[in-house]
């Protein structure tokens, strides 16, 4: 079994920062892959950042140069550094992990924790 537990969700305005952490339990982080996945109202699912297995870090082009994915390995956690917010970046964020790479689409990932909301405004 493997555990995920989102935090750091809030409200901002548009330009600042925020992290999000999301808290392991069940497996090592060298045993799979996690990153972060974001929902908007009345969008689907849709890829945010993520380590690779051999530890190499992927983002969305939305996000490439304004978010950072980072670990801890001692805490068991990964956290998501997200700069330059804008409002096109409110959705619930998920935490997500699996065994095994392959394409970053939720279908692919087999554990998930339940989500923390952020909103940017204007």
């Known amino acids: 079994q493997v555990q995920l537990v989102e935090s750091g969700g809030g409200l901002v305005q548009a330009g600042d920062s925020l992290t999000l952490s999301c808290a392991a339990s069940?497996?090592?982080?060298?045993?799979?892959?996690m990153g972060w996945f974001r929902q908007a109202p009345g969008r689907e699912r849709d890829f945010v950042a993520t380590?690779?297995?051999?530890?190499?870090?992927y983002y969305a082009d939305s996000v490439k140069g304004r978010f950072t994915i980072s670990r801890d390995n001692a805490k068991n956690t990964v956290y998501l550094q997200m700069n330059s917010l804008k409002p096109e970046d409110t959705a619930v964020y998920y935490c997500?992990?699996?065994?095994?790479?392959?394409?970053?689409?939720?279908?692919?990932?087999?554990?998930w924790g339940q989500g923390t909301q952020v909103t940017v405004s204007s």
């Open positions: 069940g497996r090592t982080f060298s045993d799979g892959e």
């Open positions: 380590f690779s297995r051999n530890g190499n870090t």
């Open positions: 997500a992990a699996r065994r095994a790479g392959g394409a970053f689409l939720p279908s692919q990932y087999e554990y």
